[in-house]
Antibody, heavy 115, light 109 residues
Framework: QVQLVQSGSELKKPGASVKVSCKAS????????MNWVRQAPGQGLEWMGW????????TYAQGFTGRFVFSLDTSVSTAYLQISSLKAEDTAVYYC????????WGQGTLVTVSS | QSALTQPASVSGSPGQSITISCTGT?????????VSWYQQHPGKAPKLMIY???KRPSGVSNRFSGSKSGNTASLTISGLQAEDEADYYC?????????FGTGTKVTVL
């Protein structure tokens, strides 16, 4: 069965960087696009963008350009989200979600930014 | 463009039917039959309930149904059950971008 397993919670100081991983199994990794979704504490879902798992070409939503980078390592069926120059407002749960209708979701990774 | 508009909360008694609306624009909901709905229980990842307006993934109860009229999509839950209590989000493709709804908390009385 399709599974997306994300890396564990992170506690970072403002200005630092973080890299969240999303390891896929149960399907051919390049068959599905990979999306990233943010959920701030007590808030709704926000689409951050997606990465084409065939070409590696990323597309970023408005508000997620510059400090956010999507990448892949197809040899280990893993997608990555890197956030640099972290701010307190980046504190959120970050989800990876595969396929065009977000059929499959990772369990989420809590990133806390605090001094 | 911004988030699609949903009511903050909807409630119903067990066995009743409820409908959650999702209002967008002619640039998203109104232009594409690519509306999906997600159920999210506290502390859990969202789960796909409806895709392409009205299609149900395998394993999702047929008590959940979706529809669309103009710029507004709807999710109906019939025969409401205690386990349906959760947050629900709509989502629409918008020509190169994707927007989620503001979310609706469903309470089973």
């Amino acid at each position: 069965q399709v599974q997306l397993v994300q890396s564990g919670s992170e506690l970072k100081k403002p200005g630092a960087s973080v890299k969240v991983s999303c390891k896929a199994s149960g399907y051919t990794f390049t068959s599905y696009a990979m999306n990233w979704v943010r959920q701030a504490p007590g808030q709704g879902l926000e689409w951050m963008g997606w990465i084409n798992t065939n070409t590696g070409n990323p597309t970023y939503a408005q508000g997620f350009t510059g400090r956010f980078v999507f990448s892949l390592d197809t040899s280990v069926s893993t997608a990555y989200l890197q956030i640099s120059s972290l701010k307190a407002e980046d504190t959120a749960v970050y989800y990876c979600a595969a396929d065009n209708a977000f059929d499959y979701w990772g369990q989420g990774t809590l990133v806390t930014v605090s001094s | 463009q911004s988030a699609l508009t949903q009511p903050a909360s909807v409630s119903g008694s067990p066995g009743q039917s409820i409908t959650i609306s999702c209002t967008g624009t002619s640039s998203d909901v109104g232009s594409y039959n690519l509306v999906s709905w997600y159920q999210q229980h506290p502390g859990k990842a969202p789960k796909l309930m409806i895709y392409e307006v009205s299609k149900r993934p395998s394993g999702v109860s047929n008590r959940f149904s979706g529809s669309k009229s103009g710029n507004t999509a709807s999710l109906t839950i019939s025969g409401l059950q205690a386990e349906d209590e959760a947050d629900y989000y709509c989502c629409s493709y918008a020509g190169g971008s994707t927007f989620f709804g503001t979310g609706t908390k469903v309470t089973v009385l």
